[in-house]
Every structure is written in C-alpha cells, then in structure tokens.
C-alpha cells in the first residue's frame, strides 16, 4: 500500500501514468480510500485545466511575473 507521500509525489509528477499495472491500481486504490489524497488530485487537475485556459489569453510578461511569483512561494515553503 502506498503512503500519501508517495501518491502526492507521483501524481504530481504524472509518474503514475508510465507506470505499470500493479502501481497504478495501488494508487488508484490508495486514492479511492484516501479522501484527502483524493481532493489533492482533483485540484491539480482543475489547475492544470484552469491553466491551460489561461496560457493563450495572457500576455508574456504576465505569465513570466506569474512564474516568478510561484517559484518564490515554493521556495518559501522548502
């Protein structure tokens, strides 16, 4: 059984994907029983999804201002 270490670190990194069949029923296992890693990947999938919404109808420098801003915070965080 996989922790939800684990799970947030292959999810995150789309990991989960390429894997093979056992993984991947493990994580979907891990997820249907674990409702906050659950939560967690339906944010990131919004995200993403918000996201890719957003890319073409921002300007450049706003994106990188963006970009910067959150690559900051996550430093922060470390």
Same mark, same amino acid.
């Given at each position: 059984?996989? #922790?939800?270490?684990?799970?947030? /670190?292959?999810?995150?990194?789309?990991?989960?994907? +390429?894997?093979?069949? *056992? !993984?991947?029923?493990?994580?979907?296992?891990?997820?249907?029983?674990?409702?906050?890693?659950? #939560?967690?990947?339906?944010?990131? /999938?919004?995200?993403?999804?918000?996201?890719?919404? +957003?890319?073409?109808? *921002? !300007?450049?420098?706003?994106?990188?201002?963006?970009?910067?801003?959150?690559?900051?915070?996550?430093?922060?965080?470390?």
């Amino acid at each position: 059984m996989y #922790r939800c270490s684990e799970v947030v /670190r292959l999810v995150s990194s789309d990991e989960y994907l +390429t894997a093979g069949l *056992l !993984p991947r029923l493990g994580i979907r296992l891990h997820l249907a029983m674990c409702k906050y890693c659950a #939560r967690y990947l339906r944010q990131l /999938r919004v995200l993403a999804a918000v996201l890719r919404d +957003t890319r073409d109808s *921002l !300007p450049a420098s706003e994106l990188e201002n963006a970009k910067a801003q959150i690559l900051q915070r996550l430093s922060e965080k470390s």
